[in-house]
């Protein structure tokens, strides 16, 4: 039931990267007790090999002492003892086939999880980009609409004048002209003219 549910497209894209995340964290985890499983196996398939030489060195000599007194038993005792001890140093020695292949797994986990930590840091970045980019656009949309806003106000004020018609105005027909527009109506005549003439301007 477990894996069926893996075959539900929607089910799956819903997954939050944490889920994955840790999902193939179990998976891995998995993988590296099955491979312990069975190197362990294997080293106890060697030494039970190491043992066994052990014993067929021990049975040619079936009958005598040793010259320090030692039983059969005892020398058999021994050279197990001795086998086993050669096979530790052996795989400290980083001699041993179960040596290397504990290094291959252990670059191998070591490079999925660099890999992994990569992939997460570049669609954290990746989300901060698209965050920045919707920030962005949301600014320029509102001073867009702010600018739409003053424009729309100019074009439904009063009626606009020509600059011939704003010549012709005498001071007051101006100052009335600006305050109509919401505009500032103290200064000369010169600075009313100007005024008026760049707010029609730039309607």
Excluded: W
């Excluded at 530790?88 to 252990?106: C, Q, S």
């Excluded at 698209?130 to 806003?149: F, I, L, M, S, T």
């Amino acid at each position: 039931g477990r894996h069926n549910k893996r075959g539900g497209g929607s089910r799956f894209a819903a997954q939050s990267a944490e889920e994955i995340e840790q999902r193939n964290a179990r998976l891995e985890e998995l993988d590296e007790q099955r491979a312990k499983r069975r190197e362990e196996a294997e080293e106890k398939e060697q030494q039970q090999e190491a043992e066994a030489v052990g014993e067929r060195v021990a049975s040619m000599n079936i009958g005598e002492e040793s010259a320090q007194g030692e039983t059969r038993k005892q020398r058999e005792e021994r050279q197990k003892e001795e086998a086993r001890a050669a096979y530790r140093k052996k795989h400290e020695a980083g001699l041993t086939e179960e040596y290397k292949r504990d290094m291959e797994k252990l670059a191998e986990v070591r490079s999925r999880r660099e890999a992994a930590a990569q992939k997460q840091k570049e669609q954290e970045e990746a989300a901060i980009a698209e965050e920045e980019e919707r920030k962005k656009k949301v600014a320029e949309a509102n001073e867009q609409a702010k600018q739409d806003e003053k424009k729309k106000k100019k074009q439904t004020g009063p009626p606009k004048l020509s600059s011939i018609e704003i010549k012709k105005m005498k001071p007051a027909q101006m100052k009335d002209a600006l305050k109509e527009r919401g505009c500032d109506i103290q200064g000369s005549k010169k600075q009313l003219q100007e005024r008026l003439l760049k707010y029609e301007a730039d309607r």
